[in-house]
């Protein structure tokens, strides 16, 4: 076969476009295309200012500026690597703070993912100086210093209060439900964390005769303190069974049953109707610019025994009474109305609903709405009613309840029995019909004219929007949905991150952002 030898002056270059294309219609002379190569095997050496690897206006320099302002020393009080003799540097309290703010602000509670994105993003880096921050340091760091995180956020509100951002004038508070680190399967009755605690400690017995050899050093490390954390767990659990019946919502006949994962978690109602181990997160929060001035967590799923305990935080962090206070039905009580008006605070919140009780019970007792309470008119000289049919009703009792009296009149069981309204106004009674007059206190009297007045209504409706943005924004935007960590006081603790990330994230929009601009404006 002859072999066609194609000079050298007419070898085909690709250089226009027309050309290219034309390599399609003659496959078997077409070179074959060239690719960039991916080399994986050669050594490269980037040059990297780590000054440079976010933008001015990026808020990890915020967070670092601001938390550079704090008085940080209560957290090194006890520190052992000192300045003139051997040892370890720390980690400095700045950088750890600094980490869990601008974490918690992108919705990453885990110390583990920390430590991950401290090798790869650009903002965990410029934080680090391109060190990569141990987990175990983290975690440790997060729910080791409970006092101090508690010094922390009152010196933020500090901070805060003199740039005016605070001035409690009106302040809300408001619960939110955050689910626990344990699953609802996880709840036993006494007999059952009994045996698991008696397993446990068996466990550790036989576990410290193994040989080291047998496992790694490290590895046996982790095992025994996951096996003393077990024992520790159910230790508390057995220890929570006498307090959880105290709290109520066990019934007498029935034993309460507590989680084996979280013993202090409690089985709440959520929003959704359904029921989860939770805890109930109490935030308060000024009006003026929407800040967090207080926070707390409770094991009770009601809110009507925390609004004071609420005003009295605010007043620890603050040294100050707020003035008026907002909050919604759940928090409305004889008890709490006095409370508000002995701390001399305005008390904004929506009236019981007894309208709408009563005619509930009407519909029960079969009774029609031209037969209810307002169509019975109250004589005051003679301290009697007179019914719709114009007969009288005496009064037969008087009675105090919790902090109300309550006078009972009654008609006469013949007027009723041949009236002819009988089968609308009691259908069902035998000895004439009754009506109820309660004699309030006098501060819940002032309340109620108050809340009639639209003022007073007009206020109530800012509530929602004041009170439930930081829980939604906790919640939403931080990602803290159910805690990372266990027990009451951790969880506390991890609110109180959340509460002081949504502060400082508050005070980048407002003022650091503005400051910068003009900062660099001038530069
Ligand atoms: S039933 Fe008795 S209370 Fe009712 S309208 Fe008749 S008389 Fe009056």
């Known amino acids: 076969m002859e072999n066609k030898q194609i000079p050298l002056m007419e070898l085909p270059v690709a250089s226009t476009e027309a050309e290219e294309r034309s390599w399609g219609e003659d496959a078997e002379q077409a070179p074959k295309p060239r690719f960039q190569p991916v080399d994986r095997e050669q050594l490269f050496w980037r040059s990297m200012n780590v000054e440079r690897l976010i933008a001015e206006d990026h808020p990890a320099r915020a967070i670092w500026d601001f938390v550079g302002k704090l008085d940080l020393s209560g957290y090194t009080r006890h520190a052992r690597a000192v300045e003139g003799f051997a040892g370890r540097p720390l980690l400095s309290p700045q950088l750890l703070i600094s980490l869990w703010i601008y974490a918690y602000s992108r ?6 993912a920390i430590e991950r994105l401290c090798e790869h993003d650009p903002a965990y880096q410029w934080l680090t100086g391109m060190e990569v921050v141990n987990a175990h340091s983290l975690s440790d760091f997060r729910v080791k210093h409970e006092k101090e995180l508690k010094g922390l956020f009152v010196q933020i509100l500090g901070l805060l209060s003199a740039e005016g ?10 619960g939110t439900k955050i689910r626990a680190c344990a699953a609802k399967d996880s709840f036993r009755g006494k007999d059952r964390v009994e045996k698991a605690l008696e397993a446990a400690r068996q466990q550790i017995k036989v576990v410290d005769q193994v040989s080291e050899e047998e496992t790694s050093r490290r590895v046996e490390k982790a095992r025994q303190r996951a096996r003393r954390e077990r024992v520790e ?16 919502g066990v019934k007498d006949s029935k034993e309460p049953r507590v989680s084996m994962t979280d013993p202090e978690a409690r089985i709440m109602k959520q929003p959704d109707g359904g029921f989860t181990p939770s805890y109930n997160v109490q935030v308060n929060t000024d009006a003026a610019q929407g800040l967090i001035v207080a926070v707390e967590v409770t094991q009770q799923g009601n809110d009507l025994n925390q609004l004071t305990s609420g005003i009295e935080r605010i007043e620890q962090n603050l040294g100050k009474t707020p003035k008026q ?27 019981c609903d007894e309208e709408g009780k009563a005619k509930s019970n009407y519909d029960s007792l079969g009774i029609s709405r031209e037969y209810g309470k307002s169509q ?8 009697t009613y007179r019914c719709p049919q114009g007969k009288t009703l005496h009064l037969k009792s008087k009675s105090k309840r919790d902090s109300k009296v309550v006078h009972l009149y009654g008609a006469d069981m013949t007027d009723c029995q041949s009236c002819s309204a009988k089968g609308q106004c009691c259908p069902n009674c035998k000895k004439g019909r009754t009506i109820q007059r309660i004699e309030e206190l006098p501060q819940v009297d002032k309340f109620r004219q108050k809340m009639e007045t639209e003022s007073a209504r007009e206020i109530y409706r800012t509530r929602s929007q004041i009170a439930e943005t930081p829980n939604l924004w906790i919640k939403a935007k931080f990602g803290l949905r159910c805690f990372c960590v266990r027990g009451l006081r951790n969880v506390a603790m991890e609110s109180i991150w959340a509460c002081l990330t949504y502060n400082v994230c508050q005070w980048i929009r407002l003022c650091w952002r503005k400051q910068r601009a003009v900062a660099l404006a001038i530069a």
């Open 107 to 112: 919705g990453v509670g885990s110390a583990r």
């Open 165 to 174: 951002l605070i001035t409690l004038e009106r302040v809300t508070q408001d």
């Open 233 to 248: 767990r159910l230790e508390t659990a057995l220890k929570q069974f006498d307090k959880a019946k105290s709290e109520g």
């Open 325 to 351: 206070v907002v909050v919604d039905g759940g928090y409305v009580s004889r008890d709490n109305i006095v409370a508000m008006e002995s701390h001399n605070v305005d008390l904004i919140a929506p009236q």
């Open 376 to 383: 019975f008119i109250h004589d005051a000289s003679t301290n």
